[in-house]
């Protein structure tokens, strides 16, 4: 299951204060510290919500640059704004990016897939649009229609296209998780060559004890067909809840993944 490390996030207090002052020591640990705990591309956001598009702008291609010299994990450019991701996607390092995200709202959509198009990347689509998130299956549905036919207009292929599901709070709605989880599915068996990713942690927000609930709906997302996650690869929990889900979906081969992350060293069985 491929994880996108979400810890450079401007809308964090921390990380808009080393945005803001270009602190590129800082960044560079967020970003290696996500790529040796197993995050697949590392997820650059640098929307503190304060200063001009220009200051926006130049400060997306100063954070690619400074994370595209550090790691080795391809980035993952997370904007709103077409122009940032472009700064973004111009900044990084060779390999093959991905953009987060479009919508299905007629302008952002024909930039962002004009820029996938151009850049060669992988894309993150937000199954919402101009009205929002729909609190039904069929709703967001819709929004993925839109997507799809957009996708074949510009030559974009859906095997490089990660639709979210956009999970909201059980705490606001407690059907959303399901909600959540139909779409899902749907999604898997409409267009199966595409894949799903999400948020994991909005599931939880306003609720104590949120790694157990983040966990169990991991599990239960992975079996409707969730094939990434955008989370913290440095919580030891999480990435638990990905290896036992692989397993118990058939994803992970004769057990070997989980066998190495679990199996106790003989040394410490003896003791």
């Keep these: 299951m491929l994880i996108v490390g979400e810890k450079i996030n401007a809308t964090r207090r921390q990380v808009a204060k080393l945005v803001r002052e270009h602190d590129a020591a800082a960044l560079v640990d ?8 197993g995050a ?9 919500g304060s200063g001009s598009r220009t200051d926006e702008i130049a400060d997306m291609r100063w954070a690619a640059t400074t994370v595209a010299a550090a790691v080795t994990s391809p980035l993952c450019i997370d904007s709103a704004d077409p122009e940032v991701l472009r700064a973004g996607l111009e900044a990084g390092n060779g390999r093959p990016p991905m953009i987060n995200s479009a919508k299905a709202e007629d302008e952002n959509l024909e930039q962002v897939l004009s820029l996938a198009r151009g850049f060669d990347t992988t894309l993150v689509a937000l199954v919402m649009d101009e009205s929002g998130i729909s ?3 069929d709703g967001r549905l819709k929004a993925c229609e ?4 957009a996708c074949r207009r510009h030559d974009v292929p859906l095997d490089r296209v990660y639709f979210d599901p ?7 709605d407690v059907g959303q998780g399901l909600v959540t989880l139909a779409t899902i599915s749907e999604i898997k068996r409409r267009y199966p060559e ?12 306003g609720l104590p004890a ?3 609930l983040n966990s169990a ?46 199996r106790v060293p003989a040394r410490e069985v003896g003791a």
């Design 194 to 205: 595409s894949k799903t990713i999400m948020g994991l942690s909005n599931v939880s927000y």
């Design 166 to 172: 956009l999970v909201l709070p059980v705490s606001a």
């Design 210 to 212: 949120r790694q157990r």
């Design 146 to 149: 839109k997507i799809v036919d």
């Design 135 to 137: 609190p039904t299956v």
């Design 40 to 48: 697949g591309y590392i997820d650059v956001n640098v929307g503190t």
């Design 30 to 37: 967020l970003a290696r510290s996500q790529e040796q705990a």
């Design 217 to 262: 709906f991991l599990h239960m997302a992975v079996h409707a067909g969730l094939d990434a996650a955008i989370a913290n690869p440095m919580n030891e929990e999480l990435m638990a809840a990905v290896k036992t889900a692989e397993v118990l979906v058939g994803r992970d081969r004769h057990c070997r993944r989980y066998v190495k992350a679990f």
